[in-house]
Nanobody, 119 residues
Framework: QARPVESGGGSVQSGGSLRLTCATS???????MGWFRQAPGKEREEVAH???????TYADSVKGRFTISRDNAKTTTYLQMTSLEVEDTAMYYC??????????????WGQGTQVTVSA
């Protein structure tokens, strides 16, 4: 199984938007897909996940600002980020797991894409 591949990171000013993309090879059609982030000196945290039935869960810190979605073929997962804040600066990772909540133990992880938000 190929690892997820993230893209779409970059530098943006506070209040701006970015859309992250996570591409997989197709085995994730029945998987739960998640976005995580890790800022320097901080632990990795889950940002959002989307199950194979389309149900979504968000961290409180991004509710109302970020939207996770996946295409119909379920081979690409997106994270639309709006109203970005300096505190959103981090390396963002995509992960795939057969069951939501099992990313750490059984997930397939991408290499990450950097998001930097300046004031």
């Amino acid at each position: 199984q190929a690892r997820p591949v993230e893209s779409g990171g970059g530098s943006v000013q506070s209040g701006g938007s970015l859309r992250l993309t996570c591409a997989t090879s197709g085995y994730t059609q029945t998987y739960c897909m998640g976005w995580f982030r890790q800022a320097p000196g901080k632990e990795r945290e889950e940002v959002a996940h989307i199950d194979s039935d389309g149900s979504t869960t968000y961290a409180d810190s991004v509710k109302g600002r970020f939207t996770i979605s996946r295409d119909n073929a379920k081979t690409t997962t997106y994270l639309q980020m709006t109203s970005l804040e300096v505190e959103d600066t981090a390396m963002y990772y995509c992960a795939a797991a057969a069951l939501c909540g099992y990313f750490d133990r059984f997930g397939e992880w991408g290499q990450g894409t950097q998001v930097t938000v300046s004031a």
